[in-house]
């Protein structure tokens, strides 16, 4: 039996652990939390520094293991992928080098344009004010300044949204040169956003399903925004407001872009490359890229992946995934979390959980856990941040919805808040709507730029 181990202990690390232990795997975590559904399908868990390469590579030699998987960004960003290596453990996560694709919005900016690859919005980095607003005044209204490392999603500051005049924005970017760091100062674009990941051995790429995640808090795209709040992907792999032309030329960017990683770091990008773009007039355009599967949107995925996972990780670590089938089932899904009520902003300390697991097994969806605390024999406790998520899957959007709703009606407690409206038929029309409005002529910022 192959020993695995996995890096991280949210959700996605739930559903990648579900996932490994289907296909045949001895699990073991190295986590930052006592994560319940983790728990009960790994063979050992073990409480640790993530960040920390010295003590995920002793846990992995006691462990005796054979393939690691890296969930969350900071232990790439901390060497733990290029520890393990060190180590001649096969890693699916790119070593710190590689990470820097999501680590620094520079790095992935300027790594596009010195290749060639499409999808980037006109966008200038500084680390001085110097210039910054010449810029401005040639971006006109529609800008975004975005801190270079990572913030946690809290570096990004949108015109119309956070900043309302270049005053503002330059008051901004002052406080970032003031904390010593980089920022990009970039065209703001519009349109629909999504996930577009891939599953990547250095040479090889297979592309998984489109998925949108939700980043505001509250229902109608209201709120702060917030790790993600739920996400779908449709039975057709793409989604309905895309064309067939989008999801092509996202493959084709997350394919460039994995070649130039390449080329310029020196050596293969082994794991999850997840382009977050957003689909304007004039086809997708990257936003960002993390270098790992996103969360929520692993749920999605991984629910319907009908391949062995095990060995896709393997194949992804060893540079054999061209030998590797990749196939999901042709199902839609819907991911919706519960979370602290002011999750985003001021969230609740005094929430409980109580799940009633004959109706979430007769709900037929699946519920992943993310942060929470059980003190023993006690009530499921949220902390400051996503609770637990609840997937549905179906022939159609509005299958896989109704059963996400009924595997929520399986979990009541004190102080929860849940997304009700992502992918019901209402905020899908939106979306829909949004892009034809879009394509129908009405001019924005991308297309004016083009
Ligand atoms: P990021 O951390 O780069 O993913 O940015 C966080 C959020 O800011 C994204 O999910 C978008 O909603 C928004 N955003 C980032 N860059 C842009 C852009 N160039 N144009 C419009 N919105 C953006
Ligand atoms: N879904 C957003 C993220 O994983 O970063």
């Known amino acids: 039996m192959i020993r695995v181990l996995v890096i991280g202990s ?42 920390s390469p010295d003590r995920v590579t002793d846990y992995a030699a006691q462990q005796r293991i054979d393939l690691a998987v890296i969930g969350p960004e900071a232990p790439l960003a901390a060497g733990v992928a290029d520890a393990l290596r060190t180590e001649s453990i096969p890693t699916v996560g790119p070593g710190h080098k590689l990470a820097q694709i999501e680590t620094s919005k520079a790095f992935a900016r300027n790594l596009l344009t010195r290749n060639g690859i499409p999808g980037c919005p006109r966008y200038r980095t500084f680390d001085t004010l ?32 956070h900043l309302h005049s270049h ?35 250095g040479d090889t790429l297979h592309h998984m399903p489109a998925v949108q995640d939700h980043k505001r808090a509250l229902e ?32 084709t960017i997350n394919e460039a872009t994995a070649a ?17 773009f957003i689909a304007t007039t004039s086809g997708p355009k990257l936003i960002e890229y993390n270098a790992r599967l996103g969360d929520p949107e692993a749920l999605n995925v991984l629910e319907i992946l009908q391949s062995d996972f095990v060995a896709i990780c393997h194949g992804m670590a060893t540079e054999t995934l061209a030998s590797i089938g990749v196939d999901f089932r042709p199902a839609a899904t819907v991911c919706k979390y519960i979370v ?45 941040s996503r609770a637990v998520a609840v ?38 029309e939106q979306r829909v709507a949004h892009m034809r409005g879009l394509r129908s002529g009405h001019k924005t910022p991308a297309v004016m730029a083009a």
């Open 167 to 201: 005053a503002e924005a330059l008051n901004y970017c002052r406080e970032l040169v003031t904390k010593d760091g980089c920022f990009v100062v970039e065209e703001k674009l519009i349109g629909e956003e999504f996930s577009l990941m891939s599953f990547c051995d």
């Open 260 to 276: 130039a990683l390449y080329k310029e770091c020196g050596e293969p990008y082994r794991g999850f490359l997840y382009g977050g």
């Open 340 to 384: 602290p009520e002011g999750y985003g902003a001021k969230p609740r300390r005094d929430c409980t959980l109580i799940i009633d697991e004959e109706q979430l097994t007769a709900s037929d969806a699946s519920l992943y856990y993310a942060a929470v605390n059980q003190p023993s024999g006690g009530a499921l406790e949220t902390t400051s």
């Open 130 to 161: 110097d210039g910054v607003a010449d810029w401005l005044g040639e971006l006109g209204d529609g800008y975004v300044v975005k801190y270079d490392g990572l913030a946690g999603g809290k570096g990004v500051k949108v015109a119309g949204d």
């Open 220 to 251: 109608g795209d209201c709120g702060p925004n917030t790790g993600g709040m739920g996400s779908y992907s449709d039975a057709n792999y793409t989604l309905p407001f895309l064309e067939h032309e989008d999801i092509k030329a996202a493959h």
């Open 10 to 51: 949210g959700a996605r690390e739930h559903a990648i652990t579900h996932a490994l232990c289907n296909s045949g795997a001895s699990v073991s975590c190295f986590a930052s939390n006592l994560n319940p559904g983790i728990m009960a399908l790994a063979d050992n868990l073990e409480i640790g520094d993530l960040n």
């Open 391 to 428: 997937v549905g899957s179906g022939v159609s959007l509005a299958v896989a919805e109704a059963q996400c709703e009924a595997g929520l009606a399986a979990v009541s407690g004190r102080g929860l808040h849940v997304r009700h409206d992502i992918a019901t038929p209402q905020l899908l």
